[in-house]
């Protein structure tokens, strides 16, 4: 079946230091691939999202590509900031499941000023 | 934009007893809502999908007697734990269908 597989946390970093989450997927067909990120206290919110491979998703900063080749869908980031605390899932949709989105395990991130 | 609103955020409750864990679509009518478990350190596993007005669809193994989930309007769904024991004690959280997904803050339950 479906699984994401995340790098394990927890990750602590110095504002401005450059960030990497690396995220492989396994899938039977051709699903899409998702970022959400969990502010403490809040629900899940999407940050970003690809939908075949090569795309490039990006928002506030943050960006990862589609790699068919090597199944992943690593996120980075330049230059983190305080307000980037927070835990990251990584998640994929097949198109064959429907509306299921199969999540990882999430990963904490610290960052301190 | 989109919210859901999930309460409590956490409960404590005695083994055997039950519990209710709401969702409500504050600003849109929520068709299809998820219903999500996390362990520590591990991830959402989904635990059922309700549709506004029909039964809910189960993932295998888990129990449909003893994690109720109503969806009797757009705007809510329930779900309760029966029975509860300390190995349900967890972390809920629901995720409403619309134009993508939208997800609640999630219910700390410790059984005690």
């Known amino acids: 079946g479906d699984s994401v597989t995340q790098m394990e946390g927890p990750v602590t970093l110095s504002e401005e230091a450059f960030l990497t989450i690396n995220c492989t997927y396994t899938a039977t067909g051709y699903p899409s691939l998702f970022w959400y990120v969990q502010y403490p206290g809040e629900g899940l919110q999407l940050l970003l999202k690809a939908t075949k491979a090569d795309d490039k998703g990006s928002n506030k900063g943050f960006e990862a590509t589609y790699r068919k080749e090597t199944t992943s869908f690593h996120l980075e980031k330049g230059s983190v900031q305080v307000s980037d605390s927070a835990v990251y899932f990584c998640?994929?949709?097949?198109?064959?499941?429907?509306?299921?989105?199969?999540f990882g395990e999430g990963t904490q991130l610290t960052v301190n000023p | 934009g989109a919210v859901v609103s999930q309460h409590p955020s956490w409960v404590i409750c005695k083994s055997g007893t039950s519990v209710k864990i709401e969702c409500r679509s504050l600003d849109f009518q929520a068709t299809t809502m998820f219903w999500y478990r996390q362990f520590p350190k591990q991830s959402l596993m989904l635990m059922a999908t309700?549709?506004?007005?029909?039964?809910?669809?189960?993932e295998q193994g888990v129990e449909k007697d003893k994690f109720l989930i109503n969806h009797a309007s757009l705007t809510l769904s329930t779900l309760t734990v029966t029975s509860a024991h300390p190995e349900d004690s967890s972390f809920y959280i629901c995720?409403?269908?619309?134009?993508?997904?939208?997800f609640g803050s999630g219910t700390r339950l410790t059984v005690v």
């Open positions: 998640a994929l949709r097949e198109e064959t499941s429907g509306s299921r989105l199969t």
């Open positions: 995720s409403a269908r619309w134009l993508g997904y939208t």
């Open positions: 309700s549709n506004e007005g029909s039964k809910a669809t189960y």
